[in-house]
């Protein structure tokens, strides 16, 4: 209830912005009125050409961000859990990680061309980090009762991590996958808008081009929408999942 009354700031946000269209108060001719862009949704849905850039973008953003963090969390655990790798490899995932991933466009358009896997790569790399370095402070955060326990029952290093480390590590990755996944969508948008004719950021620049600011509006707001439903889906998800339906409302709530 609190969330949809949440609602009402943007919503009177939309009515107040009508009004000052109507009433010819905005001096920007190119800004056009929200039933101008519901009249441009409609018609974008109608031809078929939402759905299918909408489809796009969430192919290669989902593709991007499962590999992404998949790759992650295996990176987390390896330099989280195992000392030598920690100590020769944690200061090449800190020049790594602090590489600005929009950067990496232009070089992955060169060796992989204007195609969805370049869009999924840059996805990926833009995944990765949030997952590991979360996954490495949550494994490395174990109580040491359980690590005197876990030696104590002589558990298999395959154990521990089952039994102990990834429990403990849990909340933070899910806030980490949560934030990958926002990240990943903005980066297959920014690798269409610079190199895939495909997809939601290819008709932003082809709305622009073509002077349809409705058009482009109605894409920008379908991209807020679409990371609102994308986060949604993986909160509920992950209510599902064995002893992550508590870290999933919890860091659902703390949201």
């Given at each position: 209830m609190r969330r949809l009354i949440g609602f009402a700031v943007p919503v009177a946000v939309i009515l107040l912005w009508q009004l000052v269209k109507s009433a010819g108060l905005l001096p920007y001719d190119n800004v056009p009125a929200p039933s101008d862009i519901w009249s441009s949704t409609v018609d974008l849905a109608s031809s078929g050409e939402l759905m299918t850039n909408t489809g796009h973008t969430l192919a290669a953003c989902l593709g991007g961000w499962a590999l992404g963090s998949a790759l992650g969390l295996l990176l987390g655990l390896l330099l989280g859990l195992v000392r030598p790798a920690w100590t020769?490899?944690?200061?090449?995932?800190?020049?790594?990680?602090?590489l600005p991933a929009i950067s990496f466009v232009p070089i992955v358009v060169i060796l992989l061309a204007q195609t969805v896997e370049m869009e999924i790569v840059?996805?990926?790399?833009?995944?990765?980090?949030?997952?590991?370095?979360?996954?490495i402070d949550g494994v490395r955060g174990v109580n040491p009762v359980h690590q005197d326990l876990a030696r104590t029952l002589g558990l298999s290093p395959v154990a521990k991590v089952v039994k102990?480390?990834?429990?403990t590590a849990l909340p933070k990755i899910i806030v980490a996958l949560r934030l990958s996944l926002s990240a990943a969508l903005v980066l297959a948008?920014?690798?269409?808008?610079?190199?895939?004719?495909?997809?939601?950021?290819?008709?932003?620049?082809q709305s622009q081009q073509s002077l349809r600011p409705a058009a482009m509006f109605s894409y920008i707001l379908l991209t807020g929408v679409l990371g609102i439903v994308l986060n949604f889906i993986l909160v509920w998800t992950l209510r599902f999942v064995p002893g992550a339906r508590q870290a999933a409302g919890g860091a659902d709530d703390a949201a």
């Open positions: 020769y490899g944690m200061a090449s995932v800190e020049v790594l990680r602090a840059i996805a990926a790399w833009v995944a990765i980090w949030p997952v590991a370095i979360s996954t102990f480390a990834l429990p948008i920014v690798a269409e808008i610079v190199g895939d004719p495909e997809g939601i950021g290819y008709a932003l620049v």
